[in-house]
């Protein structure tokens, strides 16, 4: 099983940019890992903001988020990231990285990004 593990989240202020890490516990990524960001902002519906191939890096984004958000990966150190700036108040969310493995599909536990207004 994939275990995906997330990293950087915490407060930010609205125009700050911010890093988010997944790393898969006890393992790595391998072949065509799927690898996903989503958040989950407070009442509202799980989004995804972008998802990258981990064998080619090959990356779509949301088109909403297109922009603001970055998502890459960095093969050496085994890392899926989310690079986000010009954060703004609406992007407080609970951000989490997916991975799907085959028809195996695996969720971090999650980062509070609270972004002050």
């Known amino acids: 099983q994939v275990q995906p593990v997330e990293s950087g989240g915490g407060l930010v202020q609205a125009g700050g940019s911010l890093t988010l890490s997944c790393s898969v516990s006890?393992?790595?990524?391998?072949?065509?890992?799927?690898v996903a960001w989503y958040r989950q902002a407070p009442g509202k519906e799980r989004e995804v903001i972008a998802t990258?191939?981990?064998?080619?890096?090959?990356?779509q984004y949301t088109d909403s988020m297109r922009g603001r958000f970055t998502i890459y990966r960095n093969y050496h150190e085994n890392r899926a990231f989310l690079h986000m700036n010009g954060l703004k108040f609406e992007d407080t969310a609970n951000y989490s990285c997916r991975v799907k493995r085959g028809s195996v599909v695996c969720w971090g536990q999650g980062n509070q990004v609270p972004v002050s207004s």
């Open positions: 990258i191939t981990w064998d080619d890096g090959s990356r």
């Open positions: 006890g393992g790595t990524f391998v072949g065509d890992d799927m």
